[in-house]
T-cell receptor, first 115, second 115 residues
Framework: DAKTTQPTSMDCAEGRAANLPCNHS???????VYWYRQIHSQGPQYIIH???NNETNEMASLIITEDRKSSTLILPHATLRDTAVYYC????????????????FGKGTLLTVNP | SQTIHQWPATLVQPVGSPLSLECTVE??????LYWYRQAAGRGLQLLFY??????ISSEVPQNLSASRPQDRQFILSSKKLLLSDSGFYLC??????????????FGNGTRLTVT
């Protein structure tokens, strides 16, 4: 699986958009980009994923560059509850008589939303 | 809707004692199931995954074992705990589906301290 590079930490003001970058320059054509976050002492929470096109859901937007070598997770109006470690992961989707896959998590970006 | 239950939330065990952590999933059939461990200040490490009853794959050699006695039940065990087994243990599930890109959904974790 392609490796990802994320900043160790970022700050954001409450109410502002939080833009979290991720570099995945070795991504291959069949690898998806996933984003998760982990609030202290809780299990990781799935946010969003995409392959080529930009994606949006009720939590966030995912912007993937045309060459797919990087992506940005956007939290449009950050709140204090969005303070968490955000993980960017790339992974190939595998199907083998019913599918199976696993994700490898790195250290992520600690996003701190300030009042 | 699907839910995942993991217990206990916290556990303190002496070195050499046995361990049994249980995870159950509701609202889905034949899920892929996973056990992860997160050591303090580190990313998540995949320990075991399962694509069906009695089918367990181990990712790293260690003092732990996993079993899947029922479709939606996943158990993490040890016969004799080591100090190095301390950590945050997370159970997760994913929908096998047809495309293989469905996200992971995590439980709230068990914080294990081996003394």
């Amino acid at each position: 699986d392609a490796k990802t590079t994320q900043p160790t930490s970022m700050d954001c003001a409450e109410g502002r958009a939080a833009n979290l970058p991720c570099n995945h320059s070795t991504i291959s054509g069949n690898e998806y980009v996933y984003w998760y976050r982990q609030i202290h002492s809780q299990g990781p929470q799935y946010i969003i994923h995409g392959l080529k096109n930009n994606e949006t859901n009720e939590m966030a937007s995912l912007i993937i560059t045309e060459d797919r070598k990087s992506s940005t997770l956007i939290l449009p109006h950050a709140t204090l509850r969005d303070t968490a470690v955000y993980y960017c992961i790339v992974r190939v989707a595998r199907s083998s008589g019913g599918s199976n896959y696993k994700l490898t998590f790195g250290k992520g970006t600690l996003l701190t939303v300030n009042p | 809707s699907q839910t995942i239950h993991q217990w206990p939330a916290t556990l303190v065990q002496p070195v050499g004692s046995p361990l049994s952590l249980e995870c159950t999933v509701e609202g889905t059939s034949n899920p892929n199931l996973y056990w992860y461990r997160q050591a303090a200040g580190r990313g998540l490490q995949l320990l075991f995954y399962s694509v069906g009853i009695g089918q367990i794959s181990s990712e790293v050699p260690q003092n732990l074992s996993a079993s899947r006695p029922q479709d939606r039940q996943f158990i993490l065990s040890s016969k004799k705990l080591l100090l190095s087994d301390s950590g945050f243990y997370l159970c997760a599930w994913s929908d096998p589906g047809l495309t293989g890109n469905s996200p992971l959904h995590f439980g709230n974790g068990t914080r294990l301290t081996v003394t």
